[in-house]
Every structure is written in C-alpha cells, then in structure tokens.
C-alpha cells in the first residue's frame, strides 16, 4: 500500500510562488508517473503536470511557463515548483503517482490560495 505526504501549500498574493512537495513510500515497484492534480470549488479535478516514465512532463496549458514538475526518484517525491501565481491557481492540489504494476494512489490534497 502506497501512502503519500504532502505539503508545501499556502496562503500567497498574486505573482507570488510556493513549492509542494509529495513524498511516496510503501511501493515495492518504481513509478511510471508522478503528478499534480487540482480542483477548484464547485469544478471538476484537472491535470496541472505528469511525468511519465521519468521522460515526458505534461503541463496543463493555464500552467506552463509558470509551474514545473520535478522528481527525485532516489527519494520518491515529486515537486510542483509555482509561480507567478494566479487566482484563478486558487484550489486544492493533489499528488498522483502510479507504481508499475499497481494502481494509481493520491494524496490527500493541499489548500493553495491566491488572494489580493
């Protein structure tokens, strides 16, 4: 069973940055993907970025430019580096890492909010 810790969220003004951070343990197998998922209040959950295979990052394109994903294998944590921080960034985030050969796990998800 896989368990995921995160953190790094927060309270931060427009244009301003934070950095979270998700730490997974308990999985016998390496992760073909590590991502950051959000959901807004009253909207559906979306991608933010993934890596997959430890090659490939996809980012949301209300993100790129702006957040970038980063991993650590040797650690199993991956990180979501944001910046220039919008309102509209405004929601829970959620870490998302699928072992090989298992399914997917999340996280219990962190509070970003951007206010003036």
């Known amino acids: 069973q896989v368990q995921l810790g995160e953190s790094g969220g927060g309270l931060v003004q427009p244009g301003g940055s934070l950095r979270l951070s998700c730490v997974a343990s308990g999985s016998t197998f390496s992760f073909k993907s590590m991502g950051w998922y959000r959901q807004a209040p009253g909207k559906q959950r979306e991608l933010v970025a993934v890596?997959?295979?430890?090659?490939?990052?996809n980012y949301a394109d209300s993100v790129k430019g702006r957040f970038t994903l980063s991993r650590d294998n040797a650690k199993n944590t991956v990180y979501l580096q944001m910046n220039s921080l919008k309102p509209e960034d405004t929601a829970v985030y959620y870490c998302n890492v699928h072992p090989f050969f298992d399914r997917d796990y999340w996280g219990q998800g962190t509070q970003v909010t951007v206010f003036s």
């Open positions: 890596s997959t295979n430890g090659e490939t990052t």
